[in-house]
């Protein structure tokens, strides 16, 4: 597992931590039952505060993707299906939230707007 970390991103270190894993988990590249790096380990590898790391675990812990075992460190869970659909929306949601408002705010419509997002899904679930 790498994470790639930057201090000169405008995204907060906690977040960047929080998003990669979050995506290593989903993808499959970190399996359920897998032990991730200790806190103080992943702080050091990464070069942050081991408060920085000890949120972002805590922080997956309560989205379910994550657990504690209690003196041996943190897990992956198993993802219910329910559960990776749900990240899934709401990551999606996040993303596009932006984009669509600066289409709307550039002149173009709702319909305009869902029938953008419509063609572009037809053409990626053919691809």
């Not at 709307?104 to 679930?125: A, F, Y």
Request: proline share 6%; no cysteine; glycine share 4%.
């Amino acid at each position: 597992m790498r994470l790639n970390i930057s201090d000169s991103s405008p995204e907060p270190l906690q977040q960047q931590i929080i998003r990669q894993l979050r995506a290593s988990i989903l993808s499959g590249e970190i399996l359920s039952g897998e032990a991730l790096p200790s806190i103080r380990s992943m702080a050091s590898r990464l070069n942050v505060s081991v408060i920085t790391v000890q949120r972002s675990y805590e922080f997956l812990e309560r989205e379910g993707l994550i657990h504690a075992r209690r003196s041996k460190g943190y897990f992956v869970s198993p993802i219910r299906p329910d559960l990776r659909k749900n990240l899934a929306q709401r990551k999606l949601s996040e993303n596009a939230k932006p984009v669509i408002k600066n289409a709307l705010r550039e002149g173009l419509t709702p319909p305009e707007v869902k029938k953008t997002l419509s063609d572009l899904v037809d053409r990626n679930r053919r691809a």
